[in-house]
């Protein structure tokens, strides 16, 4: 009766909007990936959808980051009108990071809070969000405008700090309006691929990309989907390892909203240590009779989505904890999700041996409790389409690799290069997971499944982005506008 109660207030939260390896444990570990609709309550609640989590080490000039990125509202469709997908105001939106022992416990050391507010310039027009051509960001063809707050919390003093407010976010990629987004900036062309100089940004990127205090930037705004992979192939169990003669990006042409946070490593402890990254998102809460908050959540909020790694929620865990792992914080995940981890039950729908089906310490090492690992000491990672030879969208099994100064790591302090030691754009996070879950990672060194080639290697034949990446802050790519978007033809 209690699940019950506590499932119709969820929903009722929901439905509000439409109503008004061990520490790191770097053996390469990890479950398989996203496609956005990992249990079913959430997907009735778009803006508070959680897509996908980044976290990687990055520099400028000599200040090291950690770079965390939360992505949400999945499948944009560009060529929609009015265009209408934008942060909600009446959810909060939190990346949190877990130093020292609160990696293991799943606690949180840090919370960084993103609150957006929605204004009009124009109500009287039928012109939602544009009343014409944007030059800037904000300018007077700009009708719907929003800007947000960023706030962190650090919970072994109970201090909050507001690093910064009224913070714009761009419009939309709309094509005609938003021009300066596109090629030769023409809103007829497609979007812009990625740069590898800030001073090659587009115009309403660069003009919402914002210094903190203490150091930090932040970006928050629409996006192209980062993730890449044939989906309806993991989902029919049509898992080829080569592809079929016509891949299918499922994610190619669709846009998300992301907020992307560079954090001086030096405001979290400095760089010899290992952190923990996820994120959460939180609906004001709707009185029921003086029905529960969910755990984790303060009086004001009710925790509706939750992300760490990709994507534990969607393959690994049962349907029926699916709603469960979204409501409940990162501290509840060894009571009540490391079964699906030691027991994958992918395992077995990929016919992997009886001797990877079970006892997959190595699984879940990386997902007990769900946070993204990332190594601070090592150098900044390798990225995609920035001019870097090493950057391999397999990660360590594609022989892209980083040194650590403070683990020994597969020897020498040699350790993934990206995903499972944090999670970079581009890194092909459905690749990783089945080379991982088809291979023995519990052996020294590690038995790789037999016949796998890293240079013949994809899953589904989709091996790329279908826009490059930027190389510089916010690292996402540009956002895809509706008059030039072949993704529906692919």
């Known amino acids: 009766m209690k699940v019950q109660i506590k499932a ?7 439905l509000s909007l439409s109503a008004g390896l061990s520490a790191l444990a770097l053996t390469p570990t990890m479950a398989v990936a996203s496609s956005h609709m990992d249990a079913p309550l959430i997907t009735l609640d778009p803006a508070a959808n959680t897509t996908d989590v980044y976290a990687f080490v990055s520099s400028i000039g000599t200040t090291k980051y950690l770079t965390t990125a939360l992505a949400v509202y999945p499948f944009e469709e560009p060529s929609i009108g009015p265009n209408l997908y934008n942060f909600d105001p009446n959810v909060r939106y939190e990346i949190l990071v877990a130093t020292g022992s609160d990696i293991k416990t799943g606690n949180i050391t840090y919370t960084y809070q993103f609150d957006f507010k929605t204004t009009y310039k124009n ?4 012109a939602i969000s544009y009343l014409g051509p944007i030059q800037n960001v904000g300018d007077s063809n700009q009708n719907l405008v929003q800007t947000y707050t960023v706030t962190k919390i650090d919970h072994r003093t109970g201090a909050a700090e507001v690093l910064g407010k009224d913070l714009l976010v761009p419009p939309n990629n709309q094509g005609i309006t938003t021009p300066e987004y596109n090629i030769m900036n023409n809103g007829d062309m497609v979007a812009k691929p990625g740069v590898t100089q800030a001073s090659q940004l587009d115009t309403y990127t660069s003009e919402t990309i914002f210094s903190l205090k203490k150091g930090y930037m932040v970006f928050a705004g629409q996006r192209d ?4 992979a044939n989906v309806q192939s993991i989902f029919d169990l049509d898992v080829t390892y080569s592809g079929p003669e016509t891949p299918l990006d499922s994610q190619a042409g669709f846009n998300v909203h992301t907020i992307v946070l560079n954090i001086p490593v030096s405001d979290i402890g400095g760089d010899q240590q290992i952190v923990g990254v996820w994120a959460t998102t939180s609906r004001k809460r709707v009185s029921v009779l003086g029905g529960p908050v969910s755990p984790g959540a303060d009086s004001g909020y009710v925790q509706v ?3 760490g790694n990709p994507l534990f929620c969607e393959l690994l865990v049962g349907v029926e904890d699916k709603d469960r792992y979204n409501e409940t914080p990162a501290t509840d995940d060894s009571k009540f999700f490391a079964q699906y981890a030691l027991a994958p039950q992918l395992a077995v729908l990929l016919g992997d041996p009886a ?15 769900d946070l993204i690992k990332v190594d601070l000491s090592t150098g900044p990672a390798h990225l995609a389409d920035n001019n870097d030879s090493v950057f391999n969208r397999l990660s360590i099994f594609g022989g892209d690799t980083l040194v650590s100064k403070i683990q020994s790591g597969f ?4 350790i993934p290069g990206g995903w499972p030691n944090g999670r970079r754009f581009g890194d092909d ?36 982005n279908d826009i490059t990446y930027n190389g510089v802050f916010p690292f996402a790519a540009t956002p895809h506008n509706g008059r030039n978007n072949a993704h529906h033809t692919q």
Request: glycine share 12%; hydrophobic share 40%.
């Open 8 to 14: 119709h207030i969820r929903a009722l939260c929901v």
């Open 123 to 126: 109500q009287e027009t039928i």
């Open 225 to 228: 989907d980062g993730f890449y």
């Open 305 to 307: 989505g939750r992300q």
């Open 355 to 369: 001797n990877l089906q079970t006892n997959r310490t190595d699984i879940a090492g990386i997902f007990i409790p």
């Open 411 to 414: 020897g020498n302090g040699v």
């Open 429 to 464: 996070v459905a690749g990783i997971a089945v080379v991982a879950l088809k291979s023995d990672l519990r052996t020294n060194p590690p038995t790789i499944f037999q016949g796998f080639n890293p240079a013949t290697f994809t899953l589904g034949g989709v091996n790329a």
